[in-house]
């Protein structure tokens, strides 16, 4: 089971656009039921991301990020979706 940390600004709007589409590109690539998806402010991925396989998320990288992290300001702009979608799904491995 792979634990993905997704983050935005506050936690709640960008970050639950983004999960929704990362979540069909795992579920379309047989990794449906392989993944746990957890929200939060990009103020708590330092603090949290040891107990995550990978970050996601639509804002800036902040320091101290303890796990491979993926910019996924692309899930809301819509550029760059095919390289983001193979850094995950290369962590899915």
């Known amino acids: 089971m792979k634990r993905i940390l997704l983050a935005c600004g506050a936690g709640v709007c960008t970050s639950t656009a983004a999960r929704v589409k990362v979540e069909k590109i795992l579920d379309a690539n ?4 392989q993944y746990k998806v957890e929200q939060c402010k990009i ?4 603090a949290k991301s040891g107990s ?3 970050v996601i998320a639509t804002t800036m990288k902040p320091e101290g990020v303890k796990c491979p992290f993926i910019n996924g300001i692309c899930f809301l702009t819509g550029v760059g979706v095919d390289n983001t979608t193979k850094e995950i799904l290369d962590l899915m491995k």
């Open 30 to 33: 047989g990794y449906k039921g």
């Open 43 to 46: 103020a708590e991925v330092a």
């Open 52 to 54: 995550f396989d990978f």
